[in-house]
C-alpha cells in the first residue's frame, strides 16, 4: 500500500521524501511506503479546506449528518478491513483494533445524530418584544493532528464533531497511522463527503504540523500526542489568538484497597495496563496497594500475567502484541533496562514470537521503588507496571495524587465511603470505581487535567462546545 494525500477531493502523491513501513509483528515484512508532504501540500489543503467552508457550513445540518451517516455505514462495513491494516500497521491486536472501528462507527452515529439537535437557548430579554437566543455556529477551518495508538478513533472523534458543526478539516495523522489515514480518507470520499471538506495530508510532525500551525491560515487547532509536543502546540496557537485543544499524557494509578475483588482488580489493572501493550493515554501504570493484601495481590498478578498471550498483533488471541515502531521500542526498552536495573521484577509475560522478529517487548511487573523515581513520575507508554504498597486510603490517594499528570484514575474497592472519597480526592479529569482506567464511553467527554490537557474535554457534547462558538442574537419584533 502506498499513501496519498486527499486535498480538494483529489488523490496526489506529494513529493518531500518517502519512508517505507514495516510491520511491528514482523519487522522483515515491509508493508507499504509512505510519500511525505511539504509545505505546498499544508498550502494546498488548506486552501482547499477554505474554499469548501461555506458551502459546507451553510449546509442544513440535518444533510451533514446525513453524510457522516454515510460515513458510518461504509466504515461498519469495512470493519474488520481497516482492523487489520490498523494492526500490520501500528501493532494494536487484531482483536482490539475490530472494537476501536466499532467505537468510530458510533462516533460518526452519535455526531450525525447532533444535525437535528439543539444548538442554543433561549435566554429572558428584559425588554418588551425582544428575543433572545444563542446559536453555536462554525469555527472555520480546523487542524486535527493526531497520534498513532488509535488510529481510528481519536482521528473520528475529532472530525466527525468538527464536521457536523460545518467547520472543514485539514487533518494530519502521525507517520505510524498513515496508512491507517489513507484507507479511512478513501472510504469517507466514497461516502460522498464533499470536496475539500476533510483534507488528508501525510508527513512529519515537525514540517507539515509546524507548517499548518505557523504559516496557513486556520481557526483551530485539535492536537492529541504527548504534553511536549502539545505544548508547543498550544503556545503556536495562543500566539495566533486561535482556538486549541491538547490532549496529552498520563500517569494513570489504580488503587487497590484491602477489600477489593481481587478476581475483578487483578484482570482490570492487567487489562489497563498490557492492552494495546500499554500505548494508551489512560493505560494503568502505577498501581497502588494496601499493604494488608500487598503479597496476595502480587502473587495473583504473576498467574494472571502468565496466562496471557502475547506475540503477532494479528492473531486473534493476542492480547499484548507489539510495540508501534523502531523508536517506540528504543524509548521502552530504556525504561524496561531502568526497571531491570532499579527495581525488582515480580512477573514477567512470555513472549510467544521470537523478540527480535518485531518489536516485542516484555509485560513487566515491578516494585522497589519509591515514588519519585522515574519509573512511577515518567510516562513509559509500553507494557510495565509498577506497584507502589500504602499503608491506607490517604496514604494511597497521596501517592495517586503524586504526578504532574491528571488524565484518569481509578480505585478497586467494595466500601462505597472510600470509593466516593477517591471519586472526590482524585486529581484526574476521569474518575472510576472498580473500573480500568482505560476505556471511557464514546459519549462521556473525555479529557484530562493538570499537565494531561488544555482543560477541554472530547467526545460527547463537550466537542461540540470546542468545534463551535457561541452568538448571542437579539431581535425586536415590536
Ligand atoms: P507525538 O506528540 O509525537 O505526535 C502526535 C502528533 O503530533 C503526530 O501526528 C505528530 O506527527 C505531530 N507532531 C509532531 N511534532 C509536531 C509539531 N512540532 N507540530 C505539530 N505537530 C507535531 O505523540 P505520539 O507519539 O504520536 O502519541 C503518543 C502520545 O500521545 C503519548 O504521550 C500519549 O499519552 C498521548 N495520547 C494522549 C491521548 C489523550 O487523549 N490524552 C490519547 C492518545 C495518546
Request: include cysteine; charged fraction near 20%; proline fraction near 3%.
Amino acid at each position: 500500500m502506498e499513501s496519498r494525500n486527499w486535498i480538494g477531493g483529489e488523490w496526489t502523491s506529494p513529493t518531500a521524501g518517502s519512508l517505507a513501513v514495516l510491520n511491528p509483528s514482523d519487522v522483515k515484512e515491509e508493508i507499504g511506503v509512505l510519500h511525505l508532504s511539504g509545505e505546498s501540500d499544508v498550502h494546498e489543503a488548506a486552501t482547499a479546506a477554505r474554499v469548501a467552508l461555506s458551502s459546507w457550513s451553510r449546509m442544513l445540518p440535518s444533510a451533514r449528518g446525513e453524510v457522516l451517516y454515510k460515513m458510518a455505514a461504509v466504515l461498519e462495513q469495512q470493519l474488520n478491513e481497516v482492523a487489520v491494516v490498523a494492526s500490520r500497521e501500528m501493532g494494536k491486536p487484531v482483536a482490539e483494533m475490530r472494537g476501536e472501528v466499532k467505537r468510530g462507527v458510533d462516533l460518526l452515529r452519535y455526531y450525525a445524530a447532533e444535525g437535528v439537535r439543539q444548538n442554543g437557548a433561549v435566554i429572558p430579554s428584559t425588554q418588551v418584544s425582544v428575543l433572545q437566543y444563542t446559536r453555536r455556529v462554525a469555527l472555520g477551518v480546523v487542524a486535527v493532528i493526531t497520534p498513532w495508538n488509535f488510529p481510528v478513533a481519536i482521528p473520528i472523534w475529532k472530525m466527525a464533531p468538527a464536521l457536523i458543526c460545518g467547520n472543514t478539516v485539514v487533518w494530519k495523522p502521525a507517520e505510524f497511522a498513515s496508512l491507517t489515514a489513507v484507507k479511512l480518507a478513501e472510504l469517507f470520499a466514497s461516502a460522498g463527503l464533499p470536496a475539500g471538506v476533510l483534507n488528508l495530508v501525510i508527513g512529519k510532525g515537525s514540517v507539515v504540523g509546524t507548517a499548518l500551525l505557523e504559516k496557513e491560515e486556520i481557526d483551530a487547532v485539535s492536537f492529541t500526542g504527548s504534553t511536549q509536543t502539545g505544548m508547543s502546540v498550544a503556545s503556536a496557537a495562543a500566539k495566533r489568538n486561535i482556538k486549541y485543544q491538547t490532549e496529552m499524557g498520563g500517569k494513570n494509578a489504580a488503587i487497590v484497597l484491602a477489600d477489593a475483588d481481587l478476581t475483578l482488580s487483578v484482570n482490570a489493572v492487567l487489562s489497563g495496563a498490557f492492552r494495546s501493550a500499554g500505548q494508551k493515554c489512560t493505560a494503568t501504570s502505577r498501581v497502588i496497594v494496601e499493604k494488608a493484601i500487598y503479597n496476595e495481590f502480587q502473587a495473583r498478578l504473576r498467574d494472571e500475567l502468565a496466562r496471557i498471550s502475547c506475540g503477532s498483533a494479528l492473531l486473534d488471541k493476542t492480547y499484548v502484541g507489539p510495540v508501534a515502531s523502531k523508536s517506540q521500542f528504543a524509548g521502552v526498552m530504556e525504561y524496561a533496562n531502568l526497571a531491570q536495573k532499579d527495581a525488582r521484577v515480580i512477573a514477567k509475560g512470555n513472549v510467544e514470537a521470537k523478540l527480535e522478529s518485531g518489536y516485542y517487548v516484555q509485560p513487566l511487573v515491578v516494585d522497589g521503588v519509591d515514588a519519585s523515581h522515574r519509573l512511577v513520575q515518567e510516562e513509559v507508554f509500553g507494557p510495565l507496571m509498577t506497584l507502589l504498597p500504602a499503608d491506607n486510603l490517604d496514604h494511597a490517594l497521596e501517592l495517586c495524587n503524586k504526578t504532574v499528570y491528571g488524565l484518569s484514575a481509578a480505585v478497586f474497592t467494595r466500601d462505597i465511603t472510600k470509593g466516593m472519597r477517591f471519586l472526590d480526592e482524585a486529581e484526574a479529569g476521569m474518575v472510576r470505581i472498580n473500573l480500568e482506567t482505560a476505556g471511557v464511553e464514546y459519549q462521556a467527554p473525555f479529557g484530562g487535567m493538570k499537565m494531561s490537557s488544555s482543560h477541554s474535554r472530547e467526545q460527547g457534547q463537550a466537542a461540540l462546545d470546542f468545534y463551535s462558538q457561541l452568538k448571542t442574537c437579539a431581535v425586536y419584533y415590536g
